[in-house]
Structure formats: C-alpha cells, structure tokens
C-alpha cells in the first residue's frame, strides 16, 4: 500500500476537474488529480456559452483555442417544428465549439501547467474519519493494478461527471432523476453537411421537431458537423433496435431541416448513445468534501450549459476551498457554494422547462421586452439569482400549472387558449376566469392608464366568440381596482406583482 497527502484531491480531469485543479494551484495549494481514462478520449458535449468563453479567456487560452482551430460560435439558430418557425439568438462574447477530446486534453495541461500533479488511476473509496468527516481516497494506478495508494486530503472534490462517485460511496446524496430523465440522445459526427449560411455558418442549430424530440447541429471544424438526435425513451424503441438505426431515422423523419442539410453527408464515427442523463444529487457539499460539475446535476442538455456549468462551478468551488483551508471553516462555506450551485440550477432547469411548455412564447421572448435577459440566461449567466426574465417565466409555469385545476373542457381550453397567447397583448396585466353552472366569465385586468382594450386584444376576443359562442362565454375588460374587488375563481396569467 502506497501513501501520498495533498490539500485536495480532485476525482476526474475532465472541464470539471481540471478546472477546479487549476484554480486551486492559483491559490498555492497542493492538489492530486486523478483521471481514469487516458486522453484523448471521445466525450459529448461540444458546444460552449458565453461564459465557458470568459473562462477560458481568464485562463488565458484564447490564443490556444484559436491555434487549435476550434469553431468561433456566433450564436445559436432554432428551427421551430417543420421548419415553419425560426428565431436567432446571438452569444455576443467569445465562445467556440470545440472537439471535446482535444479540448478536455487543452484543460488538463492548464491544471498541469500550473502545477497540479495527475495521476492516471480509478478511484475506488473514499476514506473518512469516525465521525465522518471525508480525509481522502483510494485509487488503482493504471500502470499498476496491483496497487492501491491511499491519498490523504483536506478536501476531495468529486469531478467524475455522470459516474457521482461520491453519491455511489454514499457520502453525497442518491441520484434523483429529474423531469428531462427518461430521454436517449444518440450522435455522431458527419462531413459534407449544409451549414447556416453567410456569417452564422459556425452557429448551433437546433431543429426542434415535438415536445422533447430534438436534434443539434455543431460545426465542430472546417469540415465536421456534430450531429446528435434526442428522443424520449418511449419514441427511441419504435424508431430502431440500436443507435445506428435510430439516428438514420432522426436524419430521415425528425425535421425536414436535418433531413435535407444531412442529404449528402458522410459519417465519420459510429454512433454513441447516452440515456437517463438528467439527475440531480442532493446534499453535494459535506464536512471535507463537495461536487462540481455533472458529478450532482445534469439536465436536458438542449442549452448547451454543461461544459460552462462544471467551469463556473470550479472557480466558485476553488475560492470555497482555499478560503475553507484558510479558516477552517468548511461546512459553512460548502454549505454556500451548495446554496449558490442550486439557485443556478433551477434558473437554468425553468428555462428548459419553459421552453419545452411554451416554445412558441420562447421564441417571442427571444425578441420582446425581455430578450437582453434571455440572451444573458443562454450565455450560462444564471448564477445571478432570479432576474425579470426568470421571474416572467415562473409566474407562467405557475400559472400553467393551475390551469390544470380548471375542469376539463370549454373552460379549460379557453384558458389555454389565453395562457399561449398572453405577452400579445399590450396593456393587459391579468387575465382571470369564473366558470359556473351558466358558463365562463374571462376577464382581463387592464394596467391603470390603459382601461382600453388594444386591437390585437380585440381580435383575440372575437376569435374566442366565435369559436366557443355568447351564450357560454362573457368577455370583460376591468381595472385593477375593479378586478381587486372581483371574485375570480382561476388566474390564466397575473402579471400585476411583476411591474
Ligand atoms: P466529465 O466531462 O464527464 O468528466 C468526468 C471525468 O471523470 C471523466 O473523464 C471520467 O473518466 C472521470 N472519472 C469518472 N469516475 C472516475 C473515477 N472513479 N476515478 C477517476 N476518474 C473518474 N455540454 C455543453 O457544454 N455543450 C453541449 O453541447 C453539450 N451537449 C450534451 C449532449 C448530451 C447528449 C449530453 C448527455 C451532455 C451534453 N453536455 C453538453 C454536457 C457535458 O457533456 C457535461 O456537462 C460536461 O462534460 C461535464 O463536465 P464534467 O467535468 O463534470 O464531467
């Protein structure tokens, strides 16, 4: 048996680890990491925010990124179902698609550089204490599976992506799965595919086909397109028996966007399939130990936050740690890297869930009153706490949410029909509905200086009367001070606590 003692041992090199190992050598502290995999290695994951970009530029790699000739990437284009829809939103910072396996090799030999000391080995256990404060592990050297070598450390950082190793060891919490589990994405990379004309040629292309059914478009060099097809578990099995067979389907059926840009197109690595990959793992942070990275969450990867998530999560995690070793203090201050680490999260997981419920209404926020905000959240800026954007967002889900208490039927779809359409209409501020044994009372409350109902609101009402008739439906529009008073059962939308 070996023995070796470092301030920190880090489990995993990819953008995680390593990025965290890097900002720890910053702080002077001595760090282990450790790696299971030789790379290069393939791995998902290769289109960067905005603010994977400022990270990578404040490690001082962007001479590096532009040697390796990684894709500058413009922004991110959606294709809406059918291609009857589209909308563009730019990153306006510095950012790239990259080759994973070049790219995580690039991370590692910045923690390297700096001093971190790597070790190829599979860590196998965690050691801890009597009272169960974590004091290091143990790994099997790759050149040397006869050995175990115990690493003694102030902290270990769990970097081992989609493996949780400290959630397997019991230490974090059990893998929950979240909303976005029960999907499979298959990939591969392709030449000779159609790209985005003129100066969003490098742009990431996301061809939206049905609720959760999906596919990606990643320039990842002057010939190679990443391409990869996301399907619910359910939709996978009857479009083949294997990956293969599957993303020949997803060319051919998803979108007639992939179908006619992928006509031509050759393919260049078998396809890989990863499933269930949304989970979250809870608690993360401990006495001596914390997660970075994928190793405790991973949500529909439809933004592209990964690779910027484990980044920005590392530098957070390196300040943490330095300042816990300092003071000794590290369950409180874990405690708040953890607090930090979820809040950011849940901006990002109610972006993908209202962009999933209301893809016709993102796209309209993309351009509306809140597109500066929109464009920040797809930069990877969540981790600011709830901005308006956000705030808008939840009050929708929330309002959705209790449409489903409406029953079934004219009430329900007449709500539905108000809930999809409601940032359409200027000046209204609510719109509450009453349902009774003679029928439906929907009443929009207009904001205090425009009592008047705009043309589009208009419009929409005569719609809703002539689809649902007079004798069931009454249509008002009331004050704030008006609708105070009123005793309205159902809130469709409720935007009077947001101005
Ligand atoms: P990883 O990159 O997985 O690194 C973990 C490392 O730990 C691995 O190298 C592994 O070998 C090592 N390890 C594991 N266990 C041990 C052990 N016991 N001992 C030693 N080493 C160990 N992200 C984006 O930013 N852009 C995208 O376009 C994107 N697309 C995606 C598409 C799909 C379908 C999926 C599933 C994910 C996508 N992601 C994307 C997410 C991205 O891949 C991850 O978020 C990112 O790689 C997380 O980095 P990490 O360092 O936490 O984990």
Redesign the pocket.
Same mark, same amino acid.
């Given at each position: 048996m070996q023995r070796a003692s470092f301030d920190v041992v880090v489990?995993?090199?990819?953008?995680? =680890?390593a990025v965290t190992a890097a900002f720890l050598r910053d702080k002077g502290l001595s760090v282990l990491l450790?790696?299971?995999?030789r790379f290069p290695?393939f791995?998902? =994951?290769?289109?960067?925010?905005g603010t %994977?970009g400022d990270l990578l530029t404040s490690l001082g790699l962007d001479d590096t990124m532009e040697a390796l000739d990684f894709v500058p990437k413009p922004g991110v284009k959606v294709y809406g179902r059918g291609a009857k829809s589209e909308f563009y939103v730019p990153v306006l910072r510095p950012t790239w698609q990259v080759r994973r396996a070049e790219f995580?090799d690039v991370l590692l030999d910045v923690a390297k550089s700096r001093g971190a000391v790597y070790r190829l080995?599979?860590?196998?256990r965690v050691l801890s204490d009597d009272d169960g404060r974590v004091r290091g592990v143990a790994?099997v050297p790759r050149d040397d599976e006869s050995q175990l070598v115990e690493v003694d450390a102030k902290v270990v950082v769990d %970097?081992? =992506?989609?493996?949780a190793?400290l959630s397997t060891q019991g230490i974090a919490g059990h893998r929950q799965v979240e909303a976005f589990n029960r999907q499979i994405?298959v990939?591969s990379h392709y030449e000779g595919v159609e790209r985005e004309p003129s100066d969003n040629g490098s742009a990431t292309v996301i061809l939206y086909g049905d609720t959760l059914h999906w596919a990606?478009m990643?320039p990842i060099s002057s010939t190679t397109v990443s391409i990869?097809v996301?399907l619910p578990t359910t939709t996978y099995k009857r479009h083949g028996a294997t990956p293969q067979e599957v993303m020949d389907w997803g060319l051919a059926q998803l979108h007639p966007e992939l179908t006619r840009r992928t006509k031509d197109a050759t393919q260049m690595e078998p396809v890989r399939a990863?499933r269930n990959?949304s989970y979250k793992v809870e608690p993360f942070a401990g006495p001596g130990w914390l997660c970075?990275?994928?190793?405790h969450r991973?949500s529909d990867?439809i933004f592209?936050?990964?690779?910027?998530? %484990?980044m920005t999560e590392a530098k957070v995690a390196a300040d943490a740690i330095a300042e816990a070793i300092e003071h000794g203090d590290d369950v409180e201050r874990f405690a708040r890297y953890e607090a930090w680490s979820t809040s950011g999260h849940e901006v990002a997981f109610d972006l993908i869930r209202y962009f999933w419920k209301f893809p016709g209404f993102f796209a309209f926020m993309t351009r509306g009153k809140h597109a500066h905000d929109v464009i920040r959240l797809l930069a990877g800026d969540c981790f600011d706490g709830e901005i308006e954007a956000t705030r808008a967002m939840r009050e929708s889900l929330r309002d959705a949410a209790s449409l489903e208490a409406i029953p079934d039927g004219p009430a329900r779809k007449i709500a539905e029909r108000v809930h999809e359409r409601y940032d359409f209409f200027q000046g209204v501020e609510a719109a509450l509905l009453d349902v009774d044994d003679d029928g439906v009372r929907l009443s929009f409350v207009m904001s205090d200086d425009d009592g008047d109902m705009s043309d589009s609101l208009r419009d929409f009402e005569a719609a809703l009367m002539e689809d649902f008739g007079p004798n069931r439906l009454a249509i008002e529009s009331v004050t704030r001070d008006a609708a105070a008073a009123s005793s309205e059962r159902h809130r469709i939308f409720d935007r009077r606590n947001l101005r």
């Open positions: 489990v995993g090199a990819g953008p995680a =680890g450790l790696e299971r995999e290695r791995h998902v =994951g290769e289109s960067l925010t %994977a995580d080995g599979s860590v196998k790994y %970097a081992s =992506g989609q493996h190793f994405a990939f990606w990643i990869g996301v990863n990959y970075v990275g994928d190793s991973f990867p592209s936050f990964g690779v910027s998530f %484990a």
